[in-house]
C-alpha cells in the first residue's frame, strides 16, 4: 500500500502562510501541517485548526530566526539579545562550541511544546525549522519531550534522489540525511512512529505542478512524507525573512487538479502523522 502525508510547514508564521496552508487541506492534498508556535499568527492558526479537524497539526520547532516563546532572560545563552540565533550556521557554532546551553534548548522546545497545546494543538509529531532538530544533542532533546508529552511521531528526512540537483541542493541533501542517519538508532529505540521515505528538501521554495507529480509518479511501497511550503502573497514577510520561497507556486502545486488525479489513478491513500 502506498501512503503519502502532504506536510505543510510553518504554519503559524504569518497569515498569509496559514490561509495558503487551509485553501490547501480544503482544496487540494495537504493533510498535515507543523505549527510554528513562536510565530506572529500561531494563535490565529490554532483557531483555523478546530475549524478543520481533518488537518494533523504537528510542532515545527524553532531554534533559529524567529523570537523565542521563553522570556529571554530564561534562555540567555540562546536568545540574549530577544532573538533565537540568525542561521542554522549560528545555531550549530553555539550549540557545538558551548556557548549555547543545552538545557536552554531543551527550555525553549518545551515552551514551544506548551504553548501549543495552550492554544488547543493535539500534536500529531514533531519536526523541526531548518531541520535543527537532527543535529546529536537537540534530537536527544527532542526524543526526551516526545516521550514526555505523549507525542506519537516525528519526521525522518531521508528519502530517494528524486531528479538532478543543482551542486548546493545536493549538499544540503547530503547533509542533512546524514545528520538523520546518524540518529536513526536512538529513533529506532524509541517508540516513535516515522514515515518510511521523505521529499522536498531539494524542491523546498521552488516545488511546482511537474516537480510534485514526479513525486508522486516515484512512489513506492509504505509511507512517504511530501514536505512543502504553500502560502498566499506576502511580498513584506519574503523580503523580510530573506528567502525565496514560492509560496503561491507551492499552493498552486497541492491544489492543482492533474495533481488530485494522479494520485487517484495511483491509489495513494493521503494520511497524517497521527494515522501511522
Same mark, same amino acid.
Given at each position: 500500500?502506498?501512503?503519502?502525508?502532504?506536510?505543510?510547514?510553518?504554519?503559524?508564521?504569518?497569515? *498569509?502562510?496559514?490561509?495558503?496552508?487551509? =485553501?490547501?487541506? +480544503?482544496?487540494?492534498?495537504?493533510?498535515?501541517?507543523?505549527?510554528?508556535?513562536?510565530?506572529?499568527?500561531?494563535?490565529?492558526?490554532?483557531?483555523?485548526?478546530?475549524?478543520?479537524?481533518?488537518?494533523?497539526? &504537528?510542532?515545527?520547532?524553532?531554534?533559529?530566526?524567529?523570537?523565542?516563546?521563553?522570556?529571554? /532572560?530564561?534562555?540567555?545563552?540562546l536568545a540574549g539579545n530577544?532573538?533565537?540565533?540568525?542561521?542554522?550556521?549560528?545555531?550549530?557554532?553555539?550549540?557545538?562550541?558551548?556557548?549555547?546551553?543545552?538545557?536552554?534548548?531543551?527550555?525553549?522546545? *518545551?515552551?514551544?511544546?506548551?504553548?501549543?497545546?495552550?492554544?488547543?494543538? =493535539?500534536?500529531?509529531?514533531?519536526? &523541526?525549522?531548518?531541520?535543527?532538530?537532527?543535529?546529536?544533542?537537540?534530537?536527544?532533546i527532542v526524543l526526551k519531550?516526545?516521550?514526555?508529552?505523549?507525542? &506519537?511521531?516525528?519526521?525522518?528526512?531521508?528519502?530517494?534522489?528524486?531528479?538532478?540537483?543543482?551542486?548546493?541542493?545536493?549538499? /544540503?541533501?547530503?547533509?542533512?540525511?546524514?545528520?538523520?542517519?546518524? +540518529?536513526?538508532?536512538?529513533?529506532?529505540? *524509541?517508540?516513535?512512529?516515522?514515515?518510511?521515505?521523505?521529499?522536498?528538501?531539494?524542491?523546498?521554495?521552488?516545488?511546482?505542478?511537474?516537480?510534485?507529480?514526479?513525486?508522486?509518479?516515484?512512489?513506492?511501497?509504505?509511507? *512517504?512524507?511530501?514536505?512543502?511550503?504553500?502560502?498566499?502573497?506576502?511580498?513584506?514577510?519574503?523580503?523580510?525573512?530573506?528567502? &525565496?520561497?514560492?509560496?503561491?507556486? /507551492?499552493?498552486?502545486?497541492?491544489?492543482?487538479?492533474?495533481?488530485?488525479?494522479?494520485?487517484?489513478s495511483k491509489g495513494v491513500?493521503?494520511?497524517?502523522?497521527?494515522?501511522?
Open positions: 500500500m502506498k501512503r503519502l502525508i502532504v506536510n505543510a510547514d510553518d504554519f503559524g508564521m504569518a497569515e *498569509s502562510v496559514t490561509l495558503g496552508i487551509i =485553501k490547501g487541506h +480544503q482544496e487540494g492534498i495537504i493533510t498535515s501541517t507543523s505549527l510554528l508556535a513562536g510565530g506572529t499568527a500561531a494563535g490565529h492558526a490554532a483557531s483555523l485548526a478546530k475549524d478543520n479537524p481533518t488537518l494533523g497539526v &504537528g510542532i515545527h520547532l524553532c531554534l533559529t530566526i524567529e523570537r523565542p516563546v521563553s522570556m529571554p /532572560e530564561y534562555i540567555p545563552s530577544g532573538r533565537l540565533p540568525a542561521g542554522p550556521m549560528q545555531f550549530a557554532l553555539g550549540l557545538f562550541s558551548g556557548s549555547i546551553k543545552t538545557a536552554e534548548i531543551e527550555t525553549e522546545l *518545551s515552551a514551544q511544546i506548551e504553548r501549543a497545546i495552550q492554544l488547543g494543538i =493535539k500534536p500529531t509529531h514533531l519536526d &523541526g525549522h531548518q531541520h535543527l532538530i537532527m543535529l546529536g544533542p537537540v534530537f536527544r519531550l516526545a516521550k514526555e508529552y505523549g507525542i &506519537g511521531a516525528v519526521r525522518y528526512p531521508v528519502g530517494p534522489w528524486n531528479g538532478l540537483y543543482c551542486p548546493l541542493r545536493t549538499m /544540503e541533501k547530503l547533509i542533512l540525511e546524514g545528520m538523520a542517519k546518524s +540518529q536513526r538508532q536512538r529513533l529506532d529505540e *524509541s517508540v516513535l512512529k516515522r514515515p518510511d521515505y521523505f521529499f522536498g528538501l531539494p524542491e523546498t521554495g521552488n516545488m511546482n505542478v511537474e516537480k510534485l507529480a514526479a513525486i508522486i509518479e516515484s512512489l513506492t511501497e509504505g509511507t *512517504s512524507e511530501v514536505m512543502c511550503h504553500p502560502g498566499l502573497p506576502n511580498p513584506s514577510l519574503a523580503s523580510e525573512i530573506n528567502w &525565496g520561497k514560492g509560496w503561491e507556486a /507551492e499552493l498552486a502545486a497541492v491544489t492543482d487538479a492533474r495533481v488530485k488525479e494522479l494520485i487517484k491513500e493521503l494520511i497524517n502523522f497521527g494515522q501511522l
